[in-house]
């Protein structure tokens, strides 16, 4: 079972649920959560684990060989990412465009342009009782984060029993990344908060995943704020919402401290359990 927890947007409350979510379900069986936001990933913040093993993640990108090449401008003709020019007597990589695609390397008649490693990121794992915690962090300074997305994805789909229940904490937004992390999962729960701006994107979350053809539900963070306009759109389009987390000032607090929530607030745990309950009913149906 491969759930990840998604949003149209940052702030609201996609890694409160998924950190609790995890660690309530790891109190009666294995666990898989992994962070996908690679840019900025703060589920460690809840789960302090003990750390296992580090693993250097590197995406391949061209090396020019200057000897070697005839300067015919080949490379920069294939190159759909405009990540090498040419320019005059030489050619010029950027690392940062590159999408690894082979394309200028494969292509280049004078084989000038040999692939090389360059180190993106890093992927970490830790251990906490019955949750094994996956953690995976792009370079400061580095453009694309979809690559170390799927090396992480991969990552666990090697090394990790599939039988236990994995829980995605994905990017916010509806760009590549997010397309990245949801598009091998079973199910995403979509969390959004009860405000016109969470609406709006909650909207081009919905778009996406319904683009890629993924079951989902939607979950309303700090329900008591802003309007019931929310509730208005998941009607008229047919959303169920698999649960509601209440405006608190309590759980401001637990979070502001880096505190899981579900084994101080029965409500809250309650609440969990009801949602990961329906989320298990959907995929059966």
């Not at 509601?244 to 359990?273: C, H, Q, T, W």
Request: with cysteine; glycine share 6%.
């Amino acid at each position: 079972m491969k759930i990840a927890i998604a949003s149209g947007k940052g702030g609201t409350g996609k890694t409160t649920i998924s950190t609790n979510l995890a660690s309530c379900l790891s109190e009666s069986e294995p666990v898989i959560l992994v962070d996908l936001d690679v840019e900025e990933p703060n589920s460690g913040l809840f789960i302090r684990g003990k750390l296992l093993d580090e693993y250097l993640q590197y995406k391949m990108i061209p090396e020019w060989e200057k000897k070697t090449c005839t300067l015919c401008g080949e490379c920069q003709e294939v190159c759909n990412y405009n990540a090498i020019i040419q320019l005059g007597q030489t050619i010029m990589v950027f690392p940062e465009l590159c999408h690894s695609c082979f394309a200028c390397s494969e292509l280049c008649p004078a084989d000038a342009l040999p692939m090389v490693q360059k180190e993106i990121g890093w992927i970490r794992t830790y251990q906490l009782n019955q949750l094994n915690f996956i953690e995976s962090r792009l370079h400061i300074g580095e453009e694309q984060s979809t690559q170390l997305i799927a090396q992480t994805n991969s990552f666990v789909r090697d090394n990790y029993n599939q039988d236990m229940p994995v829980i995605f904490d994905a990017p916010p937004g509806t760009s590549c990344p997010v397309i990245e992390a949801t598009k091998h999962v079973d199910f995403v729960i979509l969390v959004t908060e009860p405000t016109p701006f969470g609406v709006h994107d909650l909207k081009l979350a919905v778009d996406t995943m319904r683009e890629l053809n993924k079951p989902f539900g939607v979950v309303v963070n700090r329900f008591g704020i802003g309007n019931n306009e929310v509730f208005e759109y998941c009607e008229n389009e047919k959303i169920q919402i698999l649960a509601k987390f209440p405006n608190s000032r309590e759980v401001a607090e637990l979070y502001s401290r880096g505190e899981l929530i579900y084994d101080k607030i029965p409500e809250f745990k309650n609440e969990l359990m009801n949602l990961w309950n329906k989320v298990k009913k959907e995929l059966h149906n």
